[in-house]
């Protein structure tokens, strides 16, 4: 959630903006870019092992809402009111799950040798929350104005510029977990960010206006499923990301924007 918090914003921001158009773009964008960029450059650093309820549930349900935004999107050009209702359910349902496994799996967390006072995280979180929101709208804003600069769709922006912006805390988390020795955080980092953007932040923004859904992005969301198959696929047999998935991941975000290119 906290690596997905730009999304939310920028989304949420641009739907009350009546930029909407630009949610999708962002979400699907980011999706992508998480697992072939992100989960591309962590794993070719360093093996990433994966957790079997991962490879089990976790993936498997990514692909799935990925499916059901899809079938929302081309059901109307648009992402309504009472589909927003439904993937905010099945954002309570994957929470009801994550918590469940909580409680199943406990680990002992070792204690910092001194805690930071709870004064001093409110505010750090306030002011991590107030500079999101801030950002979110000085994205848009530039996001649009370059858009219309260059003669460029709010699709390919949303899907490049945009997505890679609010993308950045999920790769210094990914990238710095798997220099640490802590791969394993990459992949649950990636997967469950990519849940929460369709489910939450599509989710959200459809509540607040409904979400336009260009026929350019089924084959944006048909590429974001492909992705995540991709990334099932490399993992089920070894239950780890290993170098040569990471750079077959590279070379399929180096085709993708080489069509996106083509595209604009």
Partial sequence: MGTSAPEAAVSITAALEGSAAITIGNVVGSNILNILIILGISSVIVSIAVAKSTIMYEIPYMLFITLLLLAFGMSGGEITLVEGVILWIAFLVYLA????????????????EKEEPL????????????LIVWGSDVTVNAATAIAKAL???ERFIGLTIVALGTSLPELFTSVSAARKGKADIAIGNIVGSNIFNILFVVGTTALITPVVFASNFIMDTLI??????????CVVRKKKLTRT????????????????????
């Fill in 97 to 112: 799950y994550l918590f469940r496994m909580a409680k199943k799996d406990k680990v002992e967390v070792e204690e910092k």
């Fill in 245 to 264: 998935g990471g750079i077959l991941m590279l070379l399929g975000y180096t085709a993708y924007f080489a069509y996106l290119m083509l595209q604009s």
């Fill in 224 to 233: 974001a499923f492909a992705a995540g198959v991709l990334l099932w696929l």
């Fill in 119 to 130: 004064w001093k995280l409110l505010l750090l979180t306030l002011i991590g929350l107030g």
């Fill in 151 to 153: 003669g460029m769709s």
